[in-house]
């Protein structure tokens, strides 16, 4: 849990995703829905095999920055 510092993630599921958020957000690569993946803190993109990973609260949707979920 988090020690109620501003700022601070909780330890154990980090940032959250606002669900409106993640209503809009989809797959650059084939603009797809994305599901949240809580625990890994990633967007994963089922019909690209990617995921997408969240820093800081920040989804990073490029190409580039996605670990391919066959490394799984």
Same mark, same amino acid.
């Given at each position: ?13 980090? !940032?959250? &995703? ?5 209503? &809009? ?5 084939? !603009?797809?829905?994305?599901?949240? @993946? +809580?625990? +890994?803190?990633?967007?994963?993109? @089922? ?12 989804? &990073? ?12």
């Amino acid at each position: 849990m988090s020690d109620g510092t501003p700022g601070e993630p909780d330890t154990k599921r980090g !940032h959250r &995703i606002d669900p409106k958020l993640l209503e &809009i957000l989809e797959c650059p690569v084939t !603009h797809t829905t994305l599901r949240y @993946d +809580a625990e +890994a803190q990633e967007l994963i993109s @089922d019909a690209a095999r990617l995921a997408y990973p969240i820093r800081d609260g920040i989804p &990073i949707m490029l190409p580039d920055e996605a670990r391919p979920l066959d490394e799984e």
